[in-house]
């Protein structure tokens, strides 16, 4: 008799697992608001420190004078158009916090890419603004190892699970991805997940992008489209351009390296 139970209890587990499955709605296709936050204080002190000015007066006097006429945290926009294997990250120009003060123009405040991703043939094109000058890198999309884990969170109204990994050999990031968005996407150039990527967060950065919103929409080939002007390079070739650009800089040009080849 406790067998026969046991079996019932099975086969109801069973028949209602499939029957969940069968009406789980997998979107493909739609729009993603992200907010990026720079906790722009401790960004400072670390560039400080890589200058070689902790101690210095004057370095000290411009971080207070920009602590007493900007907020802590730096906050700025994008969107995340996605269809047909395809997608159209977008900053949101207008919509980043001004800046003022000697640090106003420190490059991971910005949100200065549009990146074109086609996810089916792993490659993409990415308008990369960097300073005066803009590019137009078009190459494969960047193969990234993940470890998932049994984390989960909730992002914009969707169940995300926790990946972690190292990217350029040691940039630590925290991405927290939505299998119910059936696009391997997600903000900047991060994605190769089974799934969208709603929330990312490189800790020892202090930058994190998150999805404040999802529209469940058919996307237009309009939207799927980034600015084309820059002068055309791949990788390899903006590499070489920053290394000989950047190598009178001392110290402080990784940063600034860094951030571009993100």
């Not at 990784?254 to 993100?262: D, G, S």
């Amino acid at each position: 008799m406790k067998t026969l139970k046991y079996i019932i209890s099975a086969y109801l587990l069973i028949a209602t697992f499939n029957a969940n499955a069968q009406n789980a709605r997998f979107i493909t296709h739609g729009s993603i608001e992200y907010e990026k936050r720079v906790n722009a204080y401790t960004a400072i002190k670390n560039q400080i420190k890589t200058w070689g000015g902790g101690d210095d007066s004057f370095y000290k006097v411009a971080f207070e004078n920009y602590q007493k006429n900007n907020p802590q945290f730096k906050t700025s926009k994008s969107t995340l158009y996605f269809g047909n294997e395809t997608t159209a990250f977008i900053p949101t120009e207008e919509a980043i916090a001004s800046t003022s003060g000697w640090f106003g123009d420190m490059i991971e405040f910005k949100q200065a890419n549009s990146i074109l991703t086609n996810v089916k043939a792993g490659t993409s094109r990415t308008q990369k603004k960097v300073y005066d000058e803009t590019y137009m890198v078009s190459d494969s999309t960047r193969k990234i190892n993940w470890k998932i884990t049994d984390e989960f969170r909730e992002i914009a109204g969707y169940n995300c699970r926790r990946a972690n990994a190292l990217v350029m050999d040691s940039v630590y990031v925290v991405a927290f991805y939505s299998e119910e968005i059936a696009v391997s996407g997600g903000p900047e150039s991060f994605g190769g997940l089974p799934g969208m990527i709603l929330g990312l967060a490189l800790p020892h950065e202090h930058v994190t992008w998150f999805a404040t919103s999802v529209t469940d929409v058919p996307v237009g080939e309009d939207k799927l489209k980034i600015p084309t002007k820059g002068k055309a390079v791949n990788n390899k070739q903006l590499y070489d351009i920053l290394k000989g650009a950047l190598k009178g800089w001392g110290k402080s040009a990784y940063q600034t390296f860094k951030w571009v080849m993100m």
